[in-house]
C-alpha cells in the first residue's frame, strides 16, 4: 500500500493556564492503518482528540489533514507570557485557523467519547439519523414542507443499514441511554459512522466492557476499517485489543510521545515498559 | 397506523372542531366566556408553542416573547388602520407618516418578519455565548422596545404612548383558530424535519450534537428566528383580539405567563403547551372569577374571604401546585395524538383480556 498521509500533527501543544496537557506532540496517521495511542491516566490523550476535532484551539502547532493544514495556531494574548512548550516561534505571525467541531467532522473526521455522549432523549434509532442530518442537501423550507422525501428515505435507510451492522436492530426504538454500557458504545460508533467519515477517532471505545466484548470490539473494528475504507486512530486501555489489531502505537506520558512503532517494537521498549506498561500490570 | 389513515383523522378531527366552533356561535351569545378564552386561548397557544420550539426543543432559554408580540402588534397595526381614519389616532402627530394599508394576512406575516428581523440581530452576538445569556439579553431587549415604542419622537409611527385603534380585529373565533392553528402546525412540521432533530440534538447535548456536523449558532439562530417570528404573528393576533394596543401592555409579566404555560404544560411538547394554553387563560379569565365576588351565598353561607383580587391569590396556589407536584407539567415531552390515543385503547382491550392470565405490564 502506498503511504497517504491522513493525519498529521505537528508541534501541538496544549496549556491550560500552567498545566500542559499535550507537550508538542508529533504524529502521522496513513491511509487505511489503525493506529492507537496509549498513556497513563492523564497523559493528555483525550485533549489531544480535543484539539483535532476543532474542541480546543491549540497553544501551539497546527494539524493537518489530508495534506491540508485544518488548525494552527500560536501563543497568542496572554499565553505569550505564560507558554512554556516548545517552539513557541514556528507559527507566530501566521494567521491562527481554528475552526468549530463541527466543520472537523463535515471535513470527514468523525468521533467518539470516553464518557459516553448520546442523545438522551432520543431513541437509538433517531441518535444515528441525527447524525446524518450534516449530510443534507435540503434547506429549511423543503425540509419542513417534506419536499425532500428521497433524502429523507435515504437517511433512514442507510440509518437502518447502520444500526443493523452495529447489531442494534431489536433495541431500535429504546431510549438511547436505556441501553447497557457496551451497547451504548456501539450506538456511538454507529452515529459517528453515519456522517461517513474518512478518519474514525475512538475514544476507549472498550472502556467498561467485559473481555468477551471487548474482543468482539476488536474484530468489529478491524472490519468497519476495511468494509468502510476508514483510517482509525483510538485510544485505548485494553491493551489485548491494542496489541491485537494496532499497526502502528504511539505512547504518551505527561503529554510528551515516548515512544512509537508497531506493537512488537512497543512492548519491548524499555521506557514504555518503565512509564507504563509496568505500572498497568500492577493496577 | 398508517401515515394516509393518521391524516385523515387528523383532517377529520379539525373539520369537526371547526364545525363545533361554529355551532356554537350560532347558539351561544357573542359575549359568553366561553369566546373570549378560546380566542385569546388559541392566540396564547401559538406564542406558548412558539415559545416551547426555543425553550423545550432547543434548549435556548429566551425570555423576550412579550417583546416580539409587541413589534408583531405594532406592525399590523401600523400597516393596517385605514387611511381615513389615521387623523383621529394619530391626532397628535398629523395624522402619522404612513398613509397605506396592507391586506390584514400580510400585515400579519410582516409583523412577523420584523420580529425575526430583530431576533436575528440579538442573536448575532448573544447565540455566540453560554445559553444564559439569551435569556438576560432577550430580557433587556423586550424592556427597550417597550420603552423605544413609547417615545414621543418615534410619534409618526408608533403614535408614542398612545393607543393605536381602528385597525381591522375579527368577530369569530374562527379566525383566530385557523390563524394560529396553521402557524403551530408549520411549527410541527419544522420540529418533525431533520431540523428538528438537529434542534432536540442540541438541547440533549451540545457537544455531541457539534461532533455529529451540526453548526451550533447556525442553528442556534434558526430556532431564534423562527420562534420569534411566529411570536410576531401572535402579536398582530393579539391586536386583532383586543381591538386596541399600546405599548405598554408588553410587560415581562406576559411572558412569564406565557413561560408559565409552557412549564404547566410540559417543556418539549406541542400539544400540551395548547392545552395548558386554553387552561391557564380559562382560569385566569372566567372559571375563578367568582373568588372576586364579595356577596357569594351557598344556601345562607356567605362564603369568607372572597373579595376582589382573591382570584389571583388562588390562582397563584392552584399554579405553585402544579409545578411543584406536576414537575414534568402537564404532557411532559409527550404528545397528545390520534395514534397515541388509538394505542392506549387497543391496549387498554387487549389489558382487560390479560388480567385473567394475571400480570400485565404497563
Ligand atoms: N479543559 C481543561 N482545563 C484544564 N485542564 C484540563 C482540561 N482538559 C484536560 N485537562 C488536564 O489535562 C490533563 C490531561 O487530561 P486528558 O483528559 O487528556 O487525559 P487522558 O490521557 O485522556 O486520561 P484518561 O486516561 O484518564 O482519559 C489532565 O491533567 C487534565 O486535568
Ligand atoms: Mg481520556
Known amino acids: 500500500m502506498s503511504k497517504e498521509n491522513v493525519l498529521k500533527v505537528e508541534n501541538v501543544t496544549m496549556q491550560f493556564g500552567g498545566v500542559i496537557a499535550v507537550d508538542n506532540m508529533n504524529l502521522e496517521v496513513d491511509k487505511g492503518e489503525i493506529v492507537s495511542l496509549i498513556g497513563p491516566n492523564g ?34 494574548g496572554k499565553m505569550k507570557k505564560l507558554y512554556r512548550g516548545e517552539n513557541p516561534m514556528t507559527y507566530t505571525g501566521q494567521h491562527a485557523i481554528a475552526p468549530t467541531p463541527d466543520k472537523i467532522t463535515r471535513l470527514g473526521i468523525a468521533r467518539t467519547f470516553q464518557n459516553i ?11 444515528i439519523l441525527i447524525a446524518k442530518h450534516m449530510l443534507r442537501t435540503s434547506n429549511i423550507f423543503t425540509a419542513t414542507f417534506k419536499l425532500n422525501g428521497k433524502e429523507e428515505a435515504r437517511m433512514r435507510r442507510e440509518s437502518e443499514e447502520l444500526l443493523h451492522l452495529m447489531e442494534l436492530d431489536d433495541v431500535r426504538d429504546e431510549p438511547a441511554t436505556s441501553l447497557p454500557y457496551g451497547k451504548q458504545r456501539h450506538l456511538e460508533i454507529a452515529r459517528a459512522l453515519a456522517t461517513k467519515p474518512e478518519l474514525l477517532l475512538l475514544d476507549e471505545p472498550a472502556a467498561g466492557m467485559n473481555p468477551q466484548e471487548t474482543l468482539e470490539l476488536t474484530r468489529f473494528i478491524g472490519r468497519i476499517r476495511d468494509d468502510f475504507g476508514l483510517t482509525i486512530f483510538m485510544i485505548e486501555h485494553h491493551m489485548d485489543l491494542v496489541m491485537e489489531i494496532s499497526d502502528r502505537i504511539y505512547v504518551l506520558d505527561f503529554g510528551k510521545p515516548i515512544a512509537e512503532g508497531t506493537p512488537e517494537e512497543v512492548r519491548n521498549n524499555p521506557r514504555v515498559i518503565e512509564a507504563y506498561l509496568g505500572g498497568a500490570q500492577d493496577e | 397506523m398508517s401515515t394516509k389513515k393518521k391524516t385523515a383523522w387528523n383532517a377529520g378531527l379539525i373539520a369537526a372542531l371547526l364545525i363545533l366552533l361554529f355551532l356554537l356561535e350560532q347558539v351561544l351569545p357573542s359575549s359568553s366566556m366561553l369566546f373570549t378564552v378560546l380566542k385569546k386561548g ?18 435556548l ?36 407618516i404612513i398613509q397605506f394599508t396592507l391586506p390584514v394576512p400580510v400585515a400579519l406575516i410582516a409583523g412577523g418578519i420584523v420580529a425575526a428581523v430583530f431576533a436575528y440581530l440579538i442573536g448575532l452576538p448573544v447565540l455566540r455565548l453560554k ?5 438576560i439579553a432577550t430580557l433587556g431587549f423586550a424592556e427597550i422596545i417597550r420603552a423605544v415604542f413609547q417615545w414621543d419622537k418615534l410619534g409618526p409611527i408608533t403614535n408614542g404612548s398612545n393607543l393605536l385603534r381602528n385597525f381591522p380585529s375579527f368577530r369569530s373565533v374562527i379566525f383566530p383558530f385557523v390563524a394560529a392553528g396553521i402557524c403551530i402546525a408549520l411549527i410541527v412540521m419544522l420540529i418533525n424535519s431533520t431540523y428538528g432533530r438537529a434542534f432536540k440534538a442540541i438541547r440533549d447535548d451540545e457537544i455531541a450534537a ?27 393576533l393579539l391586536a386583532m383580539y383586543q381591538t386596541t394596543i399600546q405599548a405598554s401592555m408588553f410587560k415581562s409579566a406576559m411572558t412569564y405567563e406565557i413561560l408559565l404555560i409552557v412549564v404547566i404544560g410540559g417543556i418539549g411538547s406541542v400539544t400540551g403547551s395548547c392545552i395548558s394554553s386554553f387552561l391557564f387563560i380559562a382560569c385566569s379569565e372566567w372559571w375563578l372569577r367568582f373568588l372576586d365576588n364579595e356577596n357569594l351565598y351557598i344556601g345562607g353561607f356567605h362564603v369568607p374571604l372572597l373579595r376582589p383580587g382573591f382570584r389571583k391569590v388562588v390562582f397563584a396556589v392552584v399554579i405553585m401546585a402544579v409545578v411543584l407536584f406536576y414537575r414534568q407539567g402537564i ?17 387498554k382491550l387487549s389489558g382487560k383480556k390479560e388480567k385473567k392470565g394475571g400480570s400485565s405490564r404497563e
Open chain 2, 61 to 96: 432559554f429566551s425570555l423576550g416573547q412579550a417583546g416580539f408580540m409587541l413589534l408583531g402588534a405594532y406592525t399590523y397595526a401600523i400597516f393596517t388602520i385605514p387611511v381615513e381614519s389615521r387623523n383621529s389616532v394619530y391626532q397628535y402627530f398629523d395624522g402619522g
Open chain 2, 210 to 236: 457539534e461532533a455529529m456536523g451540526i453548526n451550533l449558532a447556525h442553528h442556534k439562530r434558526l430556532a431564534f428566528v423562527i420562534s420569534s417570528f411566529f411570536a410576531g404573528i401572535s402579536g398582530g
Open chain 1, 43 to 76: 497523559a493528555g490523550k483525550t485533549t489531544a482528540f480535543n484539539v483535532i476535532t476543532g474542541v480546543y484551539a491549540p497553544t501551539n502547532g497546527a494539524v493537518y489533514y489530508k495534506g491540508n493544514k485544518i488548525i494552527q495556531n500560536y501563543p497568542q
Open chain 2, 331 to 347: 404532557m411532559g415531552t409527550r404528545e397528545f395524538s390520534v395514534e397515541g390515543i388509538s394505542n392506549f385503547f387497543k391496549k
Open chain 2, 131 to 135: 445559553s444564559d445569556y439569551l435569556a
Open chain 1, 117 to 127: 455522549r448520546l442523545f438522551k432523549s432520543q431513541t437509538v434509532f433517531e441518535n
Open chain 2, 42 to 59: 388559541a392566540i396564547y397557544a401559538l406564542v406558548a408553542v412558539s415559545m416551547n420550539l426555543l425553550n423545550g426543543f432547543t434548549g
